[in-house]
């Protein structure tokens, strides 16, 4: 009897973000508690939460604007803490709003923001623009956006520099998140606020409108994780 011949198995998804018992207090609050997920090349990472739930503190964590009290970051395999430079070099984010030049173009905004990367990115305006629907916008003041178009020059900013990890805090409220969806980073880490009093992480794959739940990967002290909703 010839032995069965079984498929070689696929190998497993790349680690691009990994958040090890990320833990964060404000006096005699946690409001992070001993937070642990990794998200793969081709997911979607998303904490649902209400306000106050730490889903905005953990993301600060994840992009080194606020120094965890234990616990740690790595990007693409780099300890956030100690090599910043070369893992942020993997990453566009947008944490609560984006920072714009008001009184410039939204062109002229991409062109400023561009020069602080590597060549290339300036080539990139135009195609990202077309991305967030604003190419016939791009040449008008930002102070003539309103808060949706702004959101989304955000994000064109974000991927500017063609991110391998893709952070966003509450994207979808610029109303352009199946846009963002469509974007060629490796993976997104994001927030969504919902009225539910607890707080969860859920993870999809690029592409794939389904969210499933992540039972076992974080835990919110004042909101104990929940199966999404």
Not at 58 to 67: D, E, F
Request: charged fraction near 25%; aromatic fraction near 6%; charge should be positive.
């Amino acid at each position: 009897m010839s032995a069965e011949i079984r498929p070689p198995k696929a190998p497993e998804p790349e680690v691009v973000l990994s958040a090890e018992h990320l833990t964060k207090r404000f006096g005699d609050r946690e409001a992070v508690s001993d937070v642990s997920f990794d998200v793969h090349a081709g997911e979607v990472f998303g904490f649902l939460g209400p306000n106050g739930a730490g889903k905005t503190t953990t993301i600060r964590m994840l992009v080194g604007l606020a120094r965890p009290d234990r616990g740690r970051v790595r990007i693409r395999g780099l300890d956030l803490s100690h090599d910043f430079r070369r893992a942020m070099g993997h990453v566009g984010c947008i944490v609560e709003s984006p920072d714009l030049y008001r009184y410039l173009t939204g062109r002229e905004n991409l062109v400023h923001f561009s020069r602080m990367l590597e060549d290339g990115a300036m080539g990139r305006i135009s195609e990202l623009a077309h991305l967030v629907a604003l190419t016939e916008r791009l040449d008008d003041k930002v102070s003539t956006y309103s808060l949706g178009m702004r959101q989304r020059l955000g994000i064109a900013q974000a991927l500017l520099g063609n991110p391998d990890v893709l952070i966003l805090d509450e994207p979808a409220s610029s109303g352009g998140w199946r846009r963002i969806a469509a974007s060629p980073s490796s993976c997104r880490a994001t927030s969504f606020r919902r009225s539910s009093r607890r707080a969860t992480a859920c993870r999809s794959s690029i592409g794939d409108a389904r969210w499933r739940p992540v039972r076992s990967a974080s835990s919110w002290t004042e909101w104990p994780p929940t199966a999404c909703a």
